[in-house]
């Protein structure tokens, strides 16, 4: 952790840091081979000092790497290659400005171009920031955009493309001419991920449903390419010691297709520990899996951990192996096919709820039962839309197959949009902050992998919930601060004021705030009638604030002076 934080602040050279990595590394691992059972809690205490070390190290760097050698923001000449179109912009790959090779670019303008085409263009051009708002962008993190760009104009060049990109469009070629122009996007987001050309509306539906997660590029995709491999394999009477990298291989160019998504490379890891533990004839374990996989992948990108998608794809996977075999016995009164479904569709949701909270402040409430129906139909739409896109690459006039897939579609899109509709298709909910970590304490204890007698693990189990909800509802009450005076959320700059009779809220804002929790909590804490609002004057603020109360209907609104962080005695 040491030589973690001290390269993190550049004290520390970076092949010297390598070094005591590698140190510590090998030895915990040797430690964790070598040692007597009764010290694997030391060691696996190691291990964790090891990779948090590894982890603080790689932080400082990632940033410092990301941020290194950027062009200030000003108008540039801009050429590169169109590698992803997008609503009202344009991905450029090997992208230059001014003859200086800049990385990938995201092109706002409103002509278009075909992919692999060589574009030019006179631009504004201003580097993404990687740290935004207090946290880290993301955006630029998963897409590797480096740089956004506006122009009016764009010329056209010439045509060139790798072989990644040239297979990407011809992907989206044979959908496009082969289905129908509202069924084709769902199409190319089902194989690659690319949730580009799907209509918001439509995204919302399969949001309110609970099944958006069939378009992440996971184990669905990733176990049908390797079974369809292994079918293969097992005809021409393979070893598992040529499988294993060939598989790897085809696994790392589909990978690539899908823009090496977090949820592909999880996968992809996972299935590729499958079959290194058949090669050594061990016995494979999903949480030892799913742990390994999640460290190699910080290790190559730490800053993926605050990522939306990283985070929902091994969440979703650590409730499903922590609680999906306990629930399959739970529910032994049900049929086989659909204990299964449920027990795997209930421990998913437990998996990411703490996610969900964090990113879209709501659980969708028919979710379980929307993914009953939809994954079925996913899984036979997925096999028949490969086969029949493998067919038609080969043979264009076999386009005709894809028909049938477009059906299944049809049937999911109605699916989504009927759960969509449904009454009270979400319960809107704070994030969990650090009671999440109470959370997952009481799943591990609810699970089967902790090794206890049953009466400790319920005990346990009920102590952590009673925790969590303690944990929960204090940070979200209402606290008093002074007479008749109180905060609405520990993390919220809003206050309610009572005093004879009259109910006043108060922003102490000091810049724009979007205000999305403020319905929440407004009706959480039975506050149906405002008399007054006490808001800043800094920018949107007033107008977004009476926005939001609109069904309040507030009296009276005061524009207090200015709040802004130097005028601390009028702040008080």
Request: aromatic share 12%; charged share 15%; net charge negative.
């Amino acid at each position: 952790i040491w030589s973690g934080m001290a390269h993190a602040t550049g004290k520390l050279s970076a092949p010297l840091f390598w070094v005591i990595c590698a140190l510590v590394f090998a030895g915990a691992l040797a430690l964790a081979l070598f040692c007597p059972a009764s010290r694997k809690w030391g060691v696996g205490l190691c291990l964790c000092a090891a990779f948090a070390g590894i982890g603080f190290g790689l932080f400082g760097p990632a940033l410092s790497r990301e941020e290194a050698g950027r062009l200030p923001e000003g108008e540039y000449l801009l050429t590169g290659r169109v590698s992803d179109r997008q609503e009202g912009s344009l991905i450029l790959d090997g992208a230059a400005a001014d003859g200086l090779p800049i990385g990938r670019v995201q092109l706002f303008t409103e002509e278009t171009a075909e992919i692999g085409t060589e574009v030019e263009a006179e631009v504004s051009l201003s580097p993404v920031p990687l740290m935004e708002d207090g946290g880290v962008n993301t955006y630029s993190v998963r897409t590797g955009v480096d740089y956004f760009a506006v122009s009016e104009t764009v010329v056209k060049t010439g045509q060139s493309g790798d072989l990644l990109t040239s297979a990407r469009a011809a992907i989206m070629r044979v959908f496009e001419e082969n289905m129908h122009e509202d069924i084709w996007p769902l199409a190319d987001a089902l194989v690659l991920g690319n949730k580009t050309y799907v209509e918001e509306a439509r995204m919302d539906n399969y949001r309110a449903a609970g099944i958006v997660h069939i378009f992440a590029i996971s184990g669905l995709h990733v176990g049908f390419l390797t079974a369809a491999v292994f079918w293969v394999f097992d005809r021409l009477k393979l070893p598992y010691v040529v499988r294993l990298p060939v598989t790897a291989l085809l696994l790392l160019g589909y990978a690539a297709l899908c823009n090496f998504s977090p949820s592909v490379i999880r996968a992809s890891l996972m299935a590729c520990l499958l079959l290194l533990s058949k090669c050594l004839f061990q016995k494979y374990d999903l949480l030892n899996s799913l742990s390994t996989a999640w460290l190699l992948i910080l290790l190559f990108q730490p800053l993926f951990l605050f990522d939306a998608g990283f985070l929902m794809s091994f969440s979703t996977i650590l409730g499903i192996g922590l609680l999906s075999g306990g629930l399959q016995r739970a529910l032994r009164f049900l049929p086989g096919f659909l204990r299964s479904g449920v027990a795997v569709s209930v421990s998913a949701q437990i998996g990411i709820t703490p996610v969900m909270l964090i990113y879209f402040r709501s659980l969708p409430l028919w979710s379980v039962f929307a993914n009953l129906l939809a994954i079925p139909l996913v899984t036979v739409c997925y096999l028949t839309l490969m086969i029949a896109l493998l067919l038609t690459l080969i043979l264009p006039w076999l386009g005709f197959l894809l028909a049938a897939p477009q059906v299944l579609f049809e049937v999911i899109d109605f699916v989504a949009m009927l759960f969509a509709s449904l009454p009270g298709w979400g319960i809107l909910l704070l994030p969990m902050g650090g009671g999440a970590l109470i959370y997952y304490a009481a799943a591990v204890s609810a699970s089967d992998k902790l090794f206890l007698r049953r009466s400790a693990r319920a005990l346990l189990c009920g102590f952590l919930c009673f925790a969590f909800a303690g944990c929960y509802l204090f940070a979200y009450t209402p606290a008093q601060v002074g007479q008749d005076l109180y905060l609405l959320a520990a993390d919220s700059p809003l206050f309610v004021a009572e005093s004879e009779g009259k109910r006043v809220l108060i922003d102490l804002s000091t810049g724009e705030n979007d205000y999305e929790d403020l319905d929440f909590l407004l009706r959480k804490f039975r506050i149906a009638r405002l008399d007054g609002v006490v808001a800043p004057r800094e920018g949107n603020s007033f107008l977004m604030l009476a926005r939001a109360l609109d069904g309040l209907a507030p009296e009276r609104f005061f524009l207090a002076p200015s709040m802004a962080e130097e005028n601390t005695a009028q702040r008080d």
